[in-house]
């Protein structure tokens, strides 16, 4: 298992405009968490989700919106790009939700908006 | 608010010296305390969690709810130890999502 899995790697956006990252979990996990690390800051908790529900979101704005497939993997959303969305995405999995359950980090996403 | 407070963002000690990562949270319940290292160019991974009190490649951490600490520490630095590290706390509200500190990072010189 090559663990999770995050595309793009890379990618430069415009402000206004709209991107989508991707997250594929560990086979067999269920749960998908989303974060946003700012260069210096330590990972901000944006969404997490299991099986195919929102369970939890952090304190981001609606322009953040996510979803999970059946398949268990998960995109993120972000609309209206704004300068302050620059940052490296973060996407953890889980076998399910909950506090006792460790999560698993994938490489990130980082996201540049010019 | 829960928080997590790591008060030094650079660390630098000379090889076989003691480490002591700094890291205390604000939160009246009962959390769950975790260190999170990410060496060069690889990702986010656990180094260990306070409920299974484990010692991981020699690093140890207590989690004192006194003073609300969960400090890092390692009798004897090795250079590979160089690295980020990252303090972080769940809690029943959060459902397993973590509140990561801002990190600190160590090097470790030969």
């Known amino acids: 298992d090559a663990g999770v899995t995050q595309s793009p790697t890379h990618l430069i956006k415009t402000r206004g405009q709209h991107v989508t990252l991707r997250c594929s979990p560990i086979s067999g996990h269920k749960s998908v968490s989303w974060y946003q690390q700012v260069l210096g800051q330590g990972p901000q908790f944006i969404f997490q989700?299991?099986?195919?529900?929102?369970?939890g979101r952090g304190n981001f704005p609606d322009r953040f919106s996510a979803r999970q497939f059946p398949n268990y993997s998960s995109e993120l959303n972000v609309n209206a790009l704004l300068l302050g969305d620059s940052a490296l995405y973060l996407c953890a999995s889980s076998l399910v939700w909950g506090m006792s359950y460790e999560q698993y980090f994938g490489p990130g996403t980082r996201l540049t908006v010019t | 608010a829960q928080r997590v407070t790591q008060p030094e963002k650079l660390l630098s000690v000379f090889k076989g010296a003691p480490v002591e990562l700094k890291c205390n949270y604000s939160?009246?319940?009962?959390?769950?305390l975790f260190w999170y290292v990410q060496y060069s160019r690889q990702r986010l991974q656990l180094l260990l969690r306070?409920?299974s009190r484990e010692s991981i490649k020699g690093f140890t951490a207590d989690l004192n709810k006194g003073e609300t600490s969960f400090h890092l520490k390692k009798p004897f630095a090795q250079e590979e130890d160089s690295a980020m590290y990252y303090c972080a706390l769940s809690y029943g509200g959060s459902q397993g999502n973590l509140i990561f500190g801002k990190g600190t990072k160590l090097s470790v010189k030969p």
């Open positions: 939160y009246s319940g009962s959390p769950e």
């Open positions: 306070h409920i």
């Open positions: 989700y299991y099986e195919k529900e929102e369970r």
